[in-house]
């Protein structure tokens, strides 16, 4: 779409009547996979509109509108299944998509283990979640925005040059989940968001860094101006950066990184890995599996978050989890189908975790650098070499120097490396400095020893 037209007043979010559009869809694809000899059929439908300002350079370089439609109808004959997926609405798409989905679950194995959750287990109430904000389009807003991110970068600091830039944008999503056994769901939600992109350049090199933040309602997003200072900084600050000694040392994840150092623990007791036999945590439930001074407990239902649910992708309730008490294993994440390759019960953890929290005695964020004296504070984390079935974690990582509890110098291209296991029961620390931006909510995190080499 070029810029004019987007920019007129063409532009339009859902109207009140599209969870009831959407759901007569669903109940439309359900009643056509039970025609056609399906025992057993689940639906789901999205409907998101997204409009994304793109500046470069202090010029508008993009405007986005882009409206996305799909639908999927998954189907169960004989414990076979079948899943098909169209963007097409029409009785003849239906009804074609249903014809595939059945042709595909004639040819696949039966497995006992497939099929709808059993009926007890289905969601039946619906909070509020207070996800949806939606607001008109205001594209000479976002142009502004994406604008001041953009040169407000630039005019930080004489050594960023000009980059990816930066952008503005609004998302509003509907979607509909429905199943043969009776159970209907709409979900509305909107996603405002800011970014920018820095590129810093001194005799050493070129660093590069960014910021972004989003939010449900558009005014607790951070403003333009700090998204565009705030990616500067964190660009500037990575010149010059410094070799290190290849060694053993404290390595401290700062906060936004802390979630990538947490995320295989629970994909090491996710359903998935488990039946499959592909995690190093396999026959863990009630194990020590971590320092006894952390928790991980699942908050699914808070307000204003666009995480949080009502039921997992299954349609099974969702309910608040002590995921890990004192480094102990209190619960599996299961889904319905691999509930039953494990013989166990759905914990409402199809498509994953959700607002997960960290509870612990947490420690002011400059008296944790300090008690780790000297080592890596890790701000940037590339790529992942993580084993789920052995543990072994190698990582390509950049940051800081810590010499006597103090940032001395920025490092760059080093290479972090230890067991899952040595690292979870080495944490020492939790800085008090949470965000709670994603799925996780949690501080810095300081683990006592690492590998470090230099590349």
């Known amino acids: 779409m070029t810029s004019d037209t ?35 059929s689940s639906a789901t439908v999205s409907d998101s509109i997204s409009v994304e300002v793109s500046a470069r350079e202090r010029d508008i370089e993009n405007i986005a509108y882009e409206q996305g439609r799909a639908f999927r109808v998954t189907v169960y004959v004989d414990q076979r299944e079948g899943t098909a997926v169209t963007s097409d609405v029409t009785d003849a798409a239906i009804r074609n998509t249903v014809e595939q989905a059945m042709s ?22 619906f909070q509020n979640l207070e996800q949806s904000f939606p607001q008109p389009v205001d594209i000479e807003q976002l142009k502004l925005d994406a604008l001041l991110a953009d040169t407000t970068t630039l005019d930080y600091d004489p050594r960023i040059m000009p980059a990816h830039g930066a952008s503005a ?58 998204i565009g200072r705030k990616a500067a900084e964190r660009a500037i600050r990575r010149l010059d950066p410094k070799p290190i000694e290849t060694g053993t040392y404290p390595v401290m994840y700062d906060r936004w990184t802390a979630p990538s150092l947490l995320s295989p623990l629970l994909d090491a007791i996710s ?3 488990l039946y499959r036999q592909e995690s190093y945590l396999q026959d863990s439930l009630n194990t020590q599996v971590a320092t006894k001074s952390m928790s991980l407990r699942e908050y699914p239902h808070i307000h204003k978050r666009i995480q949080s649910r009502n039921c997992d992708a299954d349609g099974v309730s969702t309910t608040e989890h002590t995921i890990i008490e004192g480094g102990v294993v209190n619960t599996y ?27 612990t005695e947490f420690t002011p964020i400059d008296e944790l650098l ?24 190698s990582c390509g990582a950049a940051g800081f120097w810590i010499e006597d509890g ?38 810095s995190i300081l683990v006592d020893s690492m590998t470090v080499a230099s590349n």
């Open 370 to 393: 300090k008690e780790m004296k000297r080592g890596l504070l890790v701000t940037s984390l590339i790529g992942s070499g993580t084993n789920l079935v052995t543990g072994d974690y």
């Open 6 to 40: 987007a920019a007129s007043d063409a532009i339009e979010l859902h109207d009140e009547n599209v969870a009831t559009e959407l759901s007569a869809i669903v109940e439309q694809l359900l009643a056509e996979a039970k025609k056609q000899g399906a025992h057993e």
């Open 169 to 226: 944008s609004q998302t509003e999503t509907c979607a509909v989940r429905g199943n043969s056994l009776g159970f209907l769901n709409a979900n509305r939600y909107t996603v405002y968001g800011r970014s920018a992109t820095a590129l810093a350049r001194s005799d050493s090199g070129m660093q590069t860094d960014y910021w972004y933040d989003q939010n449900c309602q558009s005014e607790c997003v951070e403003s333009a101006d700090f």
């Open 271 to 273: 359903g998935g890995t």
């Open 333 to 359: 994440l299961l889904g319905t189908y691999s509930a039953r390759r494990l013989e166990l019960t759905s914990t409402g953890h199809a498509g994953g975790v959700t607002n997960v929290h960290v509870e």
């Open 104 to 125: 595909i679950a004639r040819y696949t194995e039966a497995d006992p283990c497939n099929g709808l959750p059993d009926p007890d287990r289905l969601a039946t109430e």
């Open 406 to 443: 103090e940032i001395a110098y920025p490092v760059d291209n080093v290479t972090i490396a230890s067991n899952l296991d040595l690292m979870y029961r080495g944490i020492v620390g939790f800085g008090d400095d949470t965000q709670n931006r994603g799925t996780f909510k949690t501080g």
